[in-house]
């Protein structure tokens, strides 16, 4: 999942709830944190990835050598 997929999780989840503000809340998280999520100012953090039911994997691929 990368973190526009991540982002547009969150837009469904502000438009069931109805307003950011409400999702904030339902977070624990400021409105303005969560509009800089929407507007790719911020990554979404530990509070946000939880109330979205994620959560962040990070992974490491060794680069192909030249010949």
Do not use: C, N, W
Not at 13 to 19: L, N, Q, R, S
Not at 32 to 52: F, N
């Amino acid at each position: 999942m990368t973190r526009d997929d991540v982002v547009q999780l969150l837009k469904r989840k502000v438009e069931k709830a109805g307003t950011q503000v409400a999702i904030a809340r339902e977070f624990g998280v400021t409105e303005a944190y969560i509009s800089d999520v929407l507007h790719g100012k911020r990554s979404p953090g530990e509070k946000i990835l939880d109330g979205l039911g994620l959560r962040r994997v990070v992974g490491y691929v060794r680069k192909e050598e030249k010949k």
